[in-house]
């Protein structure tokens, strides 16, 4: 079996996120310890589509574990949504011999994976496609935890950190804005680790007076005179709505962060670094044992795989367990 595939390529497409690079290094190594060619493509499908590839050996991928980014660049491809697209990066496949591809990214990279592999099937042509997951967001829904997760949750809460510093300082309200797509995992996670008044999510409608106001009331009423509120991205109106409304209610001096792309950079975390190459090793495992159209998942603490169709079909919800920590927290101190 192993002996089908001799040369694979690997991509890093959609958002980036820290621990792409440890998920391409072990991808590499992992391929080149049994005998399997490795060729980079830049700059996700649209690299497939311009031909803009390089080859890869062990020593290509030295020290990018601890670099955030992705050294392959990534970017998210219009032309490969169209099936012209898809063709002229299944010509660079065929052209280059490629078996099979390594896509790591979110949803999106992983639709574009399915898409590219029914493509070549219909063509005649071999092609396997894996798909890890790495997202800050953590929004997969076939994996409880996506590569880059935990580095955006220690930046974001740095930050946080900062400005509670000068929120103390000046007794003002802080309403911080972090990202997550249409998710509120990094808003949750972030907000119970940094002992926020209050965490806004997208998955539960917004009460203002039970989920906003009443927390910082009982907060001041506890002798708080600052007060530190979480809103994921994904709220309707932003952190600047929330801040309006509490301004307007409470007449508290308050200042607005949106903590942006902030959260995207940075040296990835030990859990982003380890579990980026525990799922290159097994994407790789995969494809030498002809397995295709499969995603690398970690559920529990164990490494799995789903059909690529399967696991885009599954969701996410927010974590409940957390969501009632963070509410018996929440503006009581
Ligand atoms: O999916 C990762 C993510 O950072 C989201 O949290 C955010 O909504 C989006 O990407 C931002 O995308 P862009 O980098 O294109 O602005």
Redesign the pocket.
């Known amino acids: 079996m192993d002996k089908q595939v001799k040369r694979i390529g690997v991509l890093t497409s ?4 820290p621990g792409m690079n440890a998920a391409v290094r072990a991808v590499v190594r992992t391929a080149v310890g049994r005998g399997i060619d490795c060729v980079g493509i830049r700059r996700g499908w649209n690299g497939l589509i311009n031909s803009d590839f390089f080859p890869m050996d062990a020593s290509s991928v030295s020290h990018i574990i601890d670099k955030g980014g992705t050294m392959l660049y990534t970017a ?1 491809s219009m032309e490969f949504m169209e099936p012209a697209g898809r063709a002229k990066a299944l010509a660079t496949c065929k052209l280059l011999g490629l078996d099979g591809i390594v896509a790591i990214g ?1 949803d999106g990279t992983f639709r574009g994976a399915l898409a590219l592999s029914r493509q070549a099937a219909e063509a005649g042509e071999h092609l396997q496609v894996v798909g890890i997951p790495a ?3 953590n ?1 997969i829904g076939c994996s409880h935890y996506t590569i880059g997760f935990d580095t955006a949750c220690n930046t974001a809460i740095e930050c946080i950190d900062k400005l509670r510093d000068t929120m103390q300082s000046h007794e003002r309200c802080s309403v911080v804005e972090v ?3 249409r998710a509120g995992h ?1 808003a949750l996670t972030v907000g119970v680790a940094c002992g926020a008044t209050a965490v806004i999510v997208p998955e539960h409608p917004v009460d203002y007076e039970a989920d906003l106001l009443e927390p910082i009331r009982r907060a001041r009423l506890a002798g708080r005179t600052h007060f530190m509120i979480i809103v994921a ?2 709220v309707e109106g932003g952190a600047y709505s929330i801040g309006k409304v509490i301004e307007e209610a409470t007449a508290l001096d308050t200042r607005v962060t949106v903590l942006g ?1 902030i ?2 950079g940075g040296s990835p975390s030990s859990r982003d670094r380890i579990t980026a190459t525990y799922m290159g090793y097994e994407a790789v495992r995969l494809l030498a044992e002809g397995k295709t159209c499969r995603v690398v998942a970690l559920q529990g603490e164990n490494y799995v795989d789903y059909d690529i169709t399967e696991a885009l079909q599954m969701t996410k919800s927010l974590d409940q367990h957390t969501y009632e920590v963070m509410r018996a927290l929440t503006g009581v101190h």
């Open positions: 959609g958002g980036d996120a998210r979110g997202t800050i967001d929004d990202m997550g797509h990094l991205e994904g792309h959260q995207r």
